[in-house]
Structures are given as C-alpha cells and as structure tokens.
C-alpha cells in the first residue's frame, strides 16, 4: 500500500511558540541560477517546483534577499502568494556583489532597509520569521540585535531567529529579543554546532540546519548510509533526511531543488521512520549487522 507523499509526516513545530508548520521544510538558494546568481536556468521547472509545495503538505519555505539577489522572494511571491497556512521566512544581513560572492553586511540601518524591502517583495504586511543572515563582525553585535528588535517593535517582523551563530551568540541576542530560531550549517558529516543544537532543544527554538544532504564519503557505495539506504528501498540522501528529523525534535530540514522530482523524493523522506539501530549507527558509525553491497 502506498502511503501520501506528505511533509506532515514529519510532525509538527511551533516557530516562536506560536506558528504551527510542518517540520520538513523547504529552501529556496537553489531556485536562482549558478553561484546563486540571476535567474534559474529552467524557471518553468522552478515554478512547478515551488507550486507543488503545498500539494505535499509543505508549508515553511525559507528564502532570502540574497538569493539571486532579489530573485528567489520574486519567484516565491509569484508562485505562491497569499501563502495559505505557510510561513515564508526570509533573511538578510549578506550582500551581493557577485556569483558566489556573499560579503556579511550588519549596519542597522541596512538590515531595517532590507527587511522592509522583503516585506515588499514577498507581498506581506508582516514577514512571520526574518532571520538575521550573519553577523556582521565589523559591527558590533549588539547595534545587529537592536536593528531586529526594531523591526519587531514596529511589525515588520513577527518572529526573529540567527544564523550561522554560537551559543554566546544567541544567549546576547535572547537578552535583546525573543530568538525563535537558528539556522546552522549541519549534516550527517559536519556537526560543528551540536552544542547549539542541544542548547535550541533545551530552549524551545527551532533549528534550521542549512545544507542539509551533505554526506561525502557516508553516501558512497558499500558506505554505511548506503547500506541502510538499499535495504530500505531508498536514496542515500532520503536517509540522511530521515537522520535530521530523528535527531531532535526541534530540527527543522530545508532541503531545497529546482526539480519536482527530487523535491517529492525529499519530501518522501518525512515518511521513513528510522529505527534506532539505524539511527545509532548513522550517528556513531557503528556497523549494523546486515551486509553491506
């Protein structure tokens, strides 16, 4: 029996407490073109991609001004716009200047600017989370936080999270305004920020882990991850989702395309329950017990 292909199947988070979504998101970087840069090269294909998202349930899409720049809220609005039962969250705190080319921008006034021109682009009264992109160390953190605080108090923003942080980081922000979310890089390979991890559990914030699919040497054939992988019927990177999910409850995956295809065999992955075997050899790299192609 085949079951829905549905993102709810991946249970469900309150961002800020407040703002009920699916937890297996999606991230729009990869719908602009090379170097994230311009337009993508199959917009029709893009289109179809992000139209399909509330077919499977999907209803927290994270972009950014950055991305393209300008090009992915564009493409966002033009497809999903009024966003029935979504959240569309979006960042900035990065400038472009080039393919590839992402230099950290925090003066205050810059980040109030691009804040408001999202809220435009995105065709919203109210951006539900806006997410400060990175710290801009040439500006002192404090004068970044106090900027989101403002756009909070003037309801430009609803809900604020970081990105790219340390937990010092997010307990100074805590002290400015209500931090409901982090998004860290984080993967099967890279777990640098386990810490900040375990702290948003403790704490009720919701962890957005960027590049999410990584898994180099994991994913390659007669790999461990492979193994599970064929034994389940699956794709390495399926697994690697299904890994995220099982993590932590306030993990939040936004694994992203420009492809239907591999958007449903993405979202296919909120619906593999890993058993703890599975998940504990994934996560320590212990052999399990079945042979391995």
Same mark, same amino acid.
């Given at each position: $029996?085949?079951? *829905?292909?549905?993102?709810?199947?991946?249970?469900?988070? !309150?961002?800020?407490?407040?703002?009920?979504?699916?937890?297996?998101?999606?991230?729009?970087? +990869?719908?602009?073109?090379?170097?994230?840069?311009?337009?993508?090269? %199959?917009?029709?294909?893009?289109? +179809?991609?992000?139209?399909?998202?509330?077919?499977?349930?999907?209803?927290?899409?994270?972009?950014?001004?950055? =991305?393209?720049? %300008?090009?992915?809220? &564009?493409?966002?609005?033009?497809?999903?716009?009024?966003?029935?039962?979504?959240?569309?969250?979006? !960042?900035?705190?990065?400038?472009?200047? #080039?393919?590839? !080319?992402?230099?950290?921008?925090?003066?205050?006034?810059?980040?109030?600017?691009?804040?408001? *021109?999202?809220?435009?682009?995105? /065709?919203?009264?109210?951006? /539900?989370?806006?997410?400060?992109? +990175?710290?801009?160390?040439?500006?002192? +953190?404090?004068?970044?936080?106090?900027?989101? *605080?403002?756009?909070? %108090?003037?309801?430009?923003?609803?809900?604020? #999270?970081?990105?790219?942080?340390?937990?010092?980081?997010?307990?100074?922000?805590? *002290?400015?305004?209500?931090?409901?979310?982090?998004?860290?890089? =984080?993967?099967?390979? %890279?777990?640098?920020?386990?810490?900040?991890?375990?702290?948003?559990?403790?704490?009720?914030?919701?962890?957005?882990?960027?590049?999410?699919?990584? @898994?180099?040497?994991?994913?390659?054939?007669?790999?461990?991850?492979?193994?599970?992988? !064929?034994?389940?019927?699956?794709?390495?990177?399926?697994?690697?989702? &299904?890994?995220?999910?099982?993590?932590?409850?306030? $993990?939040?995956?936004?694994? /992203?395309? @420009?492809?239907?295809?591999?958007?449903?065999?993405?979202?296919?992955?909120?619906?593999?329950?890993?058993?703890?075997?599975?998940?504990?050899?994934?996560?320590?790299?212990?052999?399990?017990?079945?042979?391995?192609?």
């Amino acid at each position: $029996m085949q079951h *829905k292909l549905t993102a709810a199947a991946s249970g469900v988070f !309150k961002v800020g407490g407040a703002i009920s979504i699916n937890r297996f998101g999606f991230g729009t970087m +990869r719908a602009t073109g090379p170097g994230i840069w311009g337009p993508p090269a %199959d917009p029709a294909e893009v289109m +179809r991609t992000l139209r399909r998202l509330p077919e499977l349930d999907v209803n927290f899409i994270d972009t950014a001004d950055s =991305y393209g720049p %300008d090009v992915a809220e &564009s493409l966002v609005r033009e497809a999903l716009h009024p966003y029935a039962g979504m959240l569309i969250a979006t !960042k900035a705190g990065l400038a472009r200047t #080039g393919p590839d !080319k992402w230099t950290p921008l925090g003066r205050p006034e810059y980040l109030i600017q691009q804040a408001q *021109k999202s809220l435009r682009a995105l /065709g919203v009264e109210q951006i /539900g989370l806006w997410q400060l992109h +990175r710290i801009d160390p040439k500006v002192p +953190r404090d004068e970044q936080f106090d900027a989101v *605080k403002s756009l909070i %108090d003037a309801g430009t923003i609803r809900h604020a #999270g970081l990105s790219q942080v340390s937990i010092d980081d997010v307990i100074a922000a805590s *002290k400015v305004f209500k931090v409901a979310t982090v998004q860290n890089r =984080y993967n099967l390979v %890279d777990r640098s920020s386990e810490d900040v991890l375990q702290y948003c559990e403790e704490h009720g914030i919701g962890f957005i882990p960027w590049f999410p699919l990584a @898994s180099g040497e994991l994913a390659k054939p007669g790999s461990m991850l492979d193994g599970i992988a !064929k034994s389940r019927g699956a794709a390495p990177g399926q697994i690697a989702l &299904s890994w995220l999910l099982k993590r932590s409850p306030v $993990m939040l995956p936004i694994a /992203g395309t @420009s492809k239907v295809s591999h958007l449903e065999e993405n979202v296919a992955a909120a619906g593999i329950q890993l058993t703890d075997a599975e998940f504990s050899a994934l996560d320590t790299g212990r052999n399990l017990d079945f042979p391995v192609d």
